[in-house]
């Protein structure tokens, strides 16, 4: 039998689900994958893109975390430059170093007891990651398992399995969904949580603060999401 997700293809109205899945994993890449820019900062601030970030009528957590960050980009002296250095610097402490991280960007640092980087853990995301032809531009210095990256790839899913849906392929995009729910599972619900708990608890600044509760927020309302989606119609 054909599920939700394929139902909703052939009527045209999985794409506007995508979209919106695309649109929040795509916001908390960019958040998390490299130290923050003043003019990407400013934009956020300018364009109120936080305030379109979906599902927060299903999520307490990620009505919480939107209103952190927009009440950090409404504040003009947060859009400083020197306000900048210190968002920067908040990034630097909780993910690169050079002191104790305490939050490790890597799913290894938090599934291993030796947190190994480049491990079994690293390898199976790598793996997901080149079935799809996703090759990280850090791949061999960035581990693959970085936060940053494991959201890239339910970007960049979501915007294939989007392609499929406007082709009317709906078994093709249910293939990518499977391929989702399957990569959230075995990856992502198995350590950012975790990941999103400590930035929140050590962060200096509302920016991060926010953003790591609409990560968490978003992972438990993608797993429902998804489940929806993949149920037999």
């Known amino acids: 039998m054909n599920t939700n997700a394929q139902a909703l293809a052939s009527k045209g109205e999985l794409g506007a689900v995508l979209e919106d899945r695309g649109f929040a994993y795509?916001?908390?890449?960019?958040?998390?994958?490299?130290?923050?820019?003043?003019?990407?900062?400013?934009?956020?601030?300018?364009?109120?893109?936080?305030?379109?970030?979906?599902?927060?009528?299903?999520?307490?957590?990620?009505?919480?975390?939107?209103?952190?960050?927009?009440?950090?980009?409404?504040?003009?002296?947060?859009?400083t430059d020197e306000a900048m250095g210190r968002l920067r610097w908040d990034y630097t402490r909780l993910f690169i170093g050079p002191d104790r991280l305490p939050a490790p960007p890597w799913e290894s640092a938090y599934r291993t007891e030796e947190h190994v980087l480049f491990g079994e853990e690293t390898l199976a995301v790598r793996r997901a990651f080149l079935s799809y032809g996703l090759v990280p531009k850090a791949m061999g210095s960035e581990p693959d398992d970085h936060i940053g990256l494991e959201l890239n790839f339910m970007f960049e899913t979501c915007r294939l399995a989007a392609e499929a849906a406007?082709?009317?392929?709906?078994?093709?995009?249910?293939?990518?969904?499977?391929?989702?729910?399957?990569?959230?599972?075995?990856?992502?619900?198995?350590?950012?949580?975790?990941?999103?708990?400590?930035?929140?608890?050590?962060?200096?600044?509302?920016?991060?603060?926010?953003?790591?509760?609409?990560?968490?927020?978003l992972l438990a309302v993608d797993r429902a999401t998804l489940q929806e989606l993949l149920q037999e119609n």
């Open 166 to 217: 406007e082709e009317g392929d709906g078994a093709r995009a249910d293939r990518v969904l499977r391929d989702q729910q399957t990569f959230l599972t075995e990856h992502l619900l198995r350590w950012a949580p975790e990941f999103g708990a400590d930035v929140a608890k050590d962060a200096q600044t509302g920016f991060y603060q926010g953003m790591a509760l609409m990560l968490t927020g």
């Open 26 to 79: 795509g916001l908390l890449m960019q958040a998390f994958l490299a130290e923050p820019r003043a003019e990407q900062v400013r934009y956020l601030a300018e364009s109120g893109a936080v305030s379109l970030f979906p599902f927060g009528e299903r999520s307490d957590l990620i009505r919480q975390g939107m209103e952190r960050v927009g009440a950090y980009l409404a504040d003009p002296e947060n859009l």
